[in-house]
């Protein structure tokens, strides 16, 4: 069966700092990637997403940056975080011969303080 | 462009009540549309989907029926318990097979049900 790993589950980071939020899926190979966030008080917003190695579509213009090293890896990063980057991180998963739905992993609660 | 728009909680039962959580959505075409449970400290799971008009979704009490005329996809379950308590997202999926994976989501509903 098909799973996905998110990490870690909660990060406290100062202003400025750099950011890494790993994402594997495993079970599965050629994987579409998704990354969304959950900002306080507000609903899922598409940050990236991915359909290949290297392939990166960003939806919303910010302050992060993805990248796809292999083919079931998806990684989230920023070289200075911002107050307004805290939230909760969430990576999604979807294969076409599955369905519409896709399947998301645990989270990354991140506070930048 | 599409949209979703989802009752505002959070809502509060008690045990063995009646739940609804209105969905309504905009959307040129016909979407697949989702409902998505986060438990508390957790990520999304599926709770059901409907990918054409009529469809009902079901899945651990909860039902969905994808209703074009009205643009709903209303949530409801007959009696909840108190693990139920969560936030309940509707989604509206992306419309190609390009796209699917791209959900709109309403902003949630947390429904808390007590004892």
């Known amino acids: 069966s098909q799973t996905i790993h998110q990490w870690p589950a909660t990060l406290v980071q100062p202003v400025g700092s750099p950011l890494s939020l790993e994402c594997t899926v495993e079970?599965?190979?050629?994987?579409?990637l998704y990354w969304y966030r959950q900002a306080a008080g507000r609903g899922l917003q598409l940050l990236f997403y991915?359909?290949?190695?290297?392939?990166i579509s960003s939806e919303v213009p910010q302050n992060l940056s993805a990248s796809r090293p292999q083919d079931r890896q998806f990684i989230l990063s920023s070289k200075k975080l911002l107050l307004s980057d805290s939230g909760f991180y969430l990576c999604?998963?979807?294969?076409?011969?599955?369905?519409?739905?896709?399947?998301f992993g645990q989270g990354t609660r991140l506070t930048v303080v | 462009g599409n949209s979703v728009t989802q009752m505002e909680g959070p809502v509060t039962l008690s045990e063995e009540a009646f739940l609804t959580i209105n969905c309504t959505y905009t959307?040129?075409?016909?979407?697949?549309l989702f409902w998505y449970v986060q438990y508390p400290g957790e990520g999304l799971q599926l709770l059901l989907k409907?990918?054409?008009?009529?469809d009902k979704g079901s899945n651990k009490g909860f039902e969905a029926t994808y209703r074009k005329e009205t643009t709903s996809f209303h949530l409801e379950k007959g009696s909840v318990q108190v693990s139920d308590s969560a936030v309940y997202f509707c989604?509206?999926?992306?419309?190609?097979?390009?796209?699917?994976?791209?959900?709109?989501f309403g902003a949630g509903t947390q429904v808390v049900v007590t004892p």
């Open positions: 999604a998963w979807k294969k076409v011969r599955l369905g519409p739905e896709a399947f």
């Open positions: 079970g599965t190979s050629n994987p579409n």
């Open positions: 991915s359909v290949g190695i290297g392939q």
């Open positions: 959307a040129t075409g016909y979407p697949s």
């Open positions: 409907a990918t054409k008009a009529d």
């Open positions: 989604a509206l999926g992306g419309m190609t097979t390009d796209s699917w994976g791209k959900f709109q």
